[in-house]
């Protein structure tokens, strides 16, 4: 008997460069775990030019691209397998809007709110459906291990 009504659901979450070397992470965390996620994958990393625009490879045509791999390369990232009940959609609502200074007046709870500045500093990622997560979580860890363990490997 499978009771689909409680099964988990994972997305991936990246704290940015701007959220880490900001030292949001354990305000991001605490949140995280207090809206009922569970983290059952971290790590930390630095992303380099060619896997920062392999993971934003949607966005490859738009005018911002360059300006967003800059960013996401600035710095390390700390990347997470959240999980939940409905872990895409209620991460998304979490997060906030895009634009890290709109959020502050329009979503004043979000994470963006917290610690977002503009359309492009925002401090923090989360897969946009179902395919994205799998793609992306896929992207960052190797899915055909157990999961569980939070695991700390480091790039
Ligand atoms: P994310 O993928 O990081 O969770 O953010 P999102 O869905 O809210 O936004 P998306 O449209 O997917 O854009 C990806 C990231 O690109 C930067 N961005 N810059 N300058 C701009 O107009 C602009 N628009 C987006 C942001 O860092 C955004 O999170
Ligand atoms: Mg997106």
């Known amino acids: 008997f499978c009771d689909w009504s409680t099964e988990k659901e994972a997305t991936l979450a990246i ?3 701007d959220g880490v070397l900001g030292n949001h992470t354990d305000a991001i965390k605490a949140t995280i775990l207090q809206s009922g996620f569970k983290i059952s994958r ?4 630095q992303l380099d030019k060619d896997s920062a625009s392999s993971f934003y490879a949607e966005h490859s045509t738009k005018r911002f691209f360059d300006s967003l791999v800059k960013y996401v390369t600035s710095g390390p990232v700390l990347v997470m397998v ?14 906030g809007p895009t634009d890290g200074s709109k959020a502050k007046i329009t979503h ?17 990622h989360g897969s946009d459906s179902p395919q994205s997560a ?17 695991q700390h490997d480091e790039l």
């Open 15 to 17: 704290i940015k460069p």
């Open 42 to 45: 971290e790590k930390i990393i």
């Open 134 to 150: 799998q793609r992306e979580i896929s992207f960052f860890f190797d899915t055909s291990t157990s999961r569980g363990d939070i």
């Open 108 to 124: 004043p709870n979000s994470i963006r709110a917290m610690c977002g500045t503009d359309v492009e500093k925002n401090c923090i």
């Open 82 to 95: 959240l999980e939940k009940e409905n872990a895409i959609s209620d991460w998304r609502a979490l997060i």
